[in-house]
């Protein structure tokens, strides 16, 4: 897999989150370049499993989906006629 790139606006929200997180949760301030290195390591050895679980959604959200079209063609289907028996 190639490496998840994201636009700078995108880093720069993400690095602004992780710094406020600390200061709120752990009471310790983050400097931006540990904000950064610590978002680079989150991406890179997590990010991953996030991806990955996002397609395997979207891969049964789409299946859910296709599952319902097929059903919908099926009531299209007109009854073939039954040939009429001869006594």
Known sequence: MSVIALEKASLEMLERRL????????????GQFQAQFLLDFISQ??????YNQGVR????MLSSRVDDLILAFDELEKMEPR???TL
């Open 45 to 50: 050895e997590m990010g991953a499993y996030f």
């Open 19 to 30: 710094k406020e997180y600390f200061v709120k949760e752990l009471d310790y301030e983050l």
């Open 83 to 85: 040939p009429v028996s």
């Open 57 to 60: 959604d979207a891969q049964a």
